[in-house]
């Protein structure tokens, strides 16, 4: 699986505005959102969360490819507004990260 990490979430955005949101860019297909805290939630306000998206495939559309390509380039920062939120979107860099993040956090 490839995932993103969305490191400032607001705390508003449940798994299922997740999923809606990736719905509606259609460049996929989701699979597992882990959702954590982050341990200086205070300092952020309202963005006190970090998200990770798996996809179970991406679509072979040219927008879900230039989706990957941007999230994937480590010399460009991805954002995207959604609700007059700008979230930032980056790769998750080691692919075996899925299988440690799902055996210690509860899957959202």
Request: contains cysteine.
């Amino acid at each position: 699986m490839i995932g993103v990490h969305i490191p400032k979430m607001c705390t508003s955005f449940k798994s299922n505005s997740i999923r809606a949101l990736f719905k509606k860019l259609n460049v996929g297909s989701v699979g597992p959102i882990i959702i954590q805290d982050s341990p200086n939630s205070a300092i952020f306000n309202n963005y006190g969360r970090s998200v990770d998206v798996f996809f179970r495939q991406y679509y072979d559309t040219p927008r879900s490819l230039e989706f990957k390509n941007s999230v994937m380039d480590p010399h460009k920062n991805f954002f995207l507004l959604y609700n007059t939120h700008f979230l930032e979107f980056k790769p998750i860099e080691d692919p075996n990260q899925l299988s440690t993040q799902l055996s210690t956090i509860k899957m959202s």
